[in-house]
């Protein structure tokens, strides 16, 4: 589990998969000397190797990886149209705003399959993602700064998990 937003031979990074996760699905169905092979390519590039069966898989990932690109594509969309009729807001863009659309670079052809495959898991992951923003929404109208203070310190968390 490793990328950036770009794609294509000029987009290689050394060292990419450096510490990674890689992720074994059902290796029980393959041969072995063929998992063993894999498994030592997979070390030689420095990676974590972990084992799922496809359904978690595809439910983690929808929820690390998949709904972050659709978070990121929809943010993006919603300012780039925003900025048609009023001009002038990229103008205060900085950091915090880059590193959220930096997945809405990545390409549609890479996602629309991914996507495309993994619809039921993306689905439930983007109703709950909905209902989360839906609550910090609804804390904003109520000017409830209290309980929207503690839920941005439990979001806080990430930083135990991921750094």
Not at 111 to 120: G, H, L, S, T, V
Request: charge should be negative; hydrophobic fraction near 40%; aromatic fraction near 8%.
């Amino acid at each position: 589990m490793a990328g950036t937003e770009y794609s294509g031979p000029t987009a290689a990074i050394p060292k990419l998969f450096d510490g990674k996760c890689c992720v074994f699905c059902e290796a029980e169905k393959s041969a072995p000397d063929a998992v063993e092979l894999a498994l030592k390519l997979y070390q030689s590039l420095g990676m974590r190797i972990t084992q799922l069966n496809g359904e978690e898989h595809d439910l983690h990932t929808a929820y690390v990886s998949h709904i972050s690109h659709i978070a990121s594509f929809a943010l993006a969309l919603t300012v780039l149209e925003k900025e048609q009729e009023e001009g002038r807001i990229f103008e205060l863009a900085s950091g915090g705003f880059s590193s959220t659309v930096r997945l809405a670079k990545s390409s549609p052809e890479t996602w629309i399959p991914i996507f495309r495959q993994n619809r039921d898991n993306v689905l439930d992951v983007l109703d709950e993602f909905i209902n989360t923003v839906s609550r910090f929404r609804t804390l904003l109208i109520k000017k409830d700064f209290d309980t929207f203070h503690e839920l941005m310190g439990k979001a806080n968390d990430i930083q135990r998990i991921i750094g």
